[in-house]
């Protein structure tokens, strides 16, 4: 059974932090390039984060460059998100995403997790 599980997220006030998990369970995780995703009220799901199977490059959304981190530890199957300096406008659904592929002929699917909210607010 294929699991993503986000964790990590709360209420904090703008300038502070929080550093988001993604467990994940039941497919080959280090196999997958890994995303964060973010949905604020009425926006749409855009990507915050990426970073590659071994962890070797990342890529990030203009917004949070210098501010977010995106790792992950592929003994433990988990993404994580470092968030320093949050402001109001990172108040969002967060969602971990393995990106799915093709090796060969072999389509390896992509996988979301539930979410889990983030909040800043003074």
């Known amino acids: 059974q294929v699991q993503l599980v986000e964790s990590g997220g709360g209420l904090v006030q703008p300038g502070e932090s929080l550093r988001l998990s993604c467990a994940a369970s039941?497919?080959?995780?280090?196999?997958?390039?890994m995303r964060w995703y973010r949905q604020g009220p009425g926006k749409e799901r855009d990507m915050v984060a990426d970073i590659s199977s071994t962890g070797g490059r990342t890529n990030y959304a203009e917004s949070v460059k210098g501010r977010f981190t995106i790792s992950r530890d592929n003994a433990k199957n988990t993404v994580y998100m470092q968030m320093n300096n949050l402001k109001p406008e990172d108040t969002a659904l967060y969602y971990c995403n393995a990106v799915g592929y093709y090796s060969g002929t072999r389509y390896y699917p992509h996988y979301w997790g539930q979410g889990t909210q983030v909040t800043v607010s003074s």
């Open positions: 039941g497919f080959p995780f280090s196999t997958y390039t």
